[in-house]
């Protein structure tokens, strides 16, 4: 069963910066793209980052461009996600999300997110 | 950046109804498109992919239509526990973007 599991959410103030990590099972890890998207509290979803199944891409929307920096640790079956010069506007959920062999492919796993809260 | 446009952004419906959203691609993404359901609290789910393709385990009362810039999503006969918003997304460049959400609540 295809497993991910977010962690490192939380309060940080405007600023500051947080790392998100996700941890993957029941499929091979190195084999697949990942991707990040994000949920305001009551809005809709936004296309975060994605990177390549070796981590040899890394792409990223205009909102975070600059200020997030996506990596893996194969040897670890885990994404991160490392956020800095946060904003009020980042706060969201941060979805993990499984993609295919391509970069652009479908997104057909994800996880159940964890809270990213930026705020005084 | 390709916009994805979805439309209604919410409908009222009673158990039995067909319920249709479209969304359109402000360019043609081929049959590059899914859509999921996303309950209260939850993660999206996979429903449909390239435009018409059931994913495994999604009952068969969900499906989908159309390819290059306009598409639909059905609900044959809805069910209470198809209260959700449902979004569309394309899959043809990066980024990935999102349509708007359609909240779909009992009528």
């Known amino acids: 069963e295809v497993q991910l599991v977010e962690s490192g959410g939380g309060l940080v103030q405007p600023g500051g910066s947080l790392r998100l990590s996700c941890t993957a099972s029941?499929?091979?890890?190195?084999?697949?793209?990942m991707h990040w998207v994000r949920q305001a509290p009551g809005k809709g979803l936004e296309y975060v980052s994605a990177?390549?199944?070796?981590?040899?891409?890394?792409y990223y929307a205009n909102s975070v461009k600059g200020r997030f920096t996506s990596s893996r640790d194969n040897s670890k079956n885990t994404l991160y996600l490392q956020m800095a010069s946060l904003r009020a506007e980042d706060t969201a959920v941060y979805y993990c999300?499984?993609?295919?062999?391509?970069?652009?492919?479908?997104?057909?796993?994800w996880g159940q997110g964890t809270l990213v809260t930026v705020s005084s | 950046d390709i916009q994805m446009t979805q439309s209604p952004s919410s409908l009222s419906a009673s158990v039995g109804d067909r319920v249709t959203i479209t969304c359109q691609a402000s360019?043609?993404?081929?049959?590059?498109l899914s859509w999921y359901q996303q309950k209260p609290g939850k993660a999206p789910q996979l429903l449909i992919y390239?435009?018409?393709n059931l994913e495994t385990g999604v009952p068969s009362r969900f499906s989908g239509s159309g390819s290059e810039t306009d598409f639909t999503f059905t609900i044959s006969s809805l069910q209470p526990e198809d209260i959700a918003t449902y979004y569309c997304?394309?899959?043809?460049?990066?980024?990935?973007?999102f349509g708007g959400g359609t909240k779909v609540e009992i009528k």
């Open positions: 360019r043609d993404i081929s049959t590059y």
């Open positions: 997304q394309h899959y043809d460049s990066l980024p990935l973007t």
């Open positions: 999300v499984r993609g295919g062999t391509a970069m652009v492919t479908i997104l057909d796993y």
């Open positions: 390239d435009a018409s």
């Open positions: 990177i390549r199944s070796n981590g040899g891409s890394t």
């Open positions: 029941g499929f091979i890890f190195s084999n697949f793209a």
